[in-house]
């Protein structure tokens, strides 16, 4: 339908001052504009692990940032706690990840503060997931941000990982995971020296070793930066609540990943 000036009906109704929002609402394929790569525009970030331990869960990212074939920042964080006992990753655009995480984080304070007791993780876990299908126009757009979530699990005393992806599906990992550019070489080098019965200090060399592994084929990945002293983000979930460890406890192991694959090409978690 047509208004008297061939213009659609849509110009003639009383509506946002806006431009952007009208266009949403009448030709929303026309936002994004043509030819520009969401990818060389925008920092990103990759990449993502999270396994189980026999204490509770391991979350660990590397520090690279790109925006297409450009390494944007060198150490850039990409792992959180989100509370007490729940830790969140996050991968793809950097600024919307990150401000996500802020957003996130305030949802779990305040609603433990009106009901005076915390959200259970599966509560946790779909809170995230209707945050991330809040962000789905974004998403098309090219701008998506991909979560990791862990926690320790407190009704069953045991470690728990969640996955997602850009419309919000939430899925529930059994024993390890990862997201990002790198994942795939990550998934397969924790499928080989990942065990369920591990204690967190074997659970943080095998993570340390995924990111490895993904720096090492995956140009999006950054690997340790041990002239710098930049070191992956490791995050630790467990009885005792979650926490991130310090440059003092994770170099260390670093150092032994890099001097072990000097002498040889597959690691270990020895």
Excluded at 1 to 11: D, E, H, K, V
Excluded at 101 to 127: C, M, T, W
């Amino acid at each position: 339908m047509t208004s008297p000036a061939g213009l659609p009906s849509a110009y003639g109704l009383a509506g946002t001052a806006s431009f952007s929002e009208f266009l949403a609402a009448l030709h929303p394929d026309r936002l994004r504009t043509p030819g520009v790569d969401a990818m060389a525009v925008a920092p990103h970030g990759t990449t993502i692990v999270a396994l189980r331990t026999a204490d509770g869960v391991v979350m660990a990212g590397d520090r690279r940032a790109t925006m297409g074939n450009i390494i944007a920042q060198h150490d850039i964080e990409k792992v959180f706690a989100a509370d007490d006992f729940s830790v969140i990753g996050i991968a793809g655009t950097a600024g919307l990840a990150v401000e996500l995480v802020r957003l996130f984080q305030v949802e779990l304070e305040h609603y433990e503060k009106i009901e005076g007791v915390p959200l259970s993780l599966d509560g946790k876990a779909n809170r995230l997931a209707s945050m991330l299908r809040g962000q789905l126009g974004l998403a098309l757009q090219g701008l998506a941000v991909v979560p990791l979530f862990a926690g320790f699990d407190t009704a069953a005393s045991r470690g728990r990982i969640f996955s997602y992806d850009v419309t919000g599906g939430r899925y529930e990992e059994h024993d390890f995971y990862a997201v990002g550019s790198g994942s795939a070489y990550a998934r397969g080098s924790m499928k080989k020296l990942f065990r369920p019965d591990a204690p967190t200090s074997d659970g943080v060399s095998v993570a340390l070793q995924a990111l490895y592994d993904a720096a090492d084929d995956d140009s999006a990945t950054g690997g340790p930066d041990l002239a710098r002293g930049i070191y992956p983000v490791v995050a630790v979930v467990d009885p005792d609540g979650s926490r991130i460890l310090t440059d003092s406890e994770v170099g260390p192991v670093v150092e032994r990943i890099v001097a072990d694959r000097r002498t040889r090409q597959a690691g270990d978690a020895s």
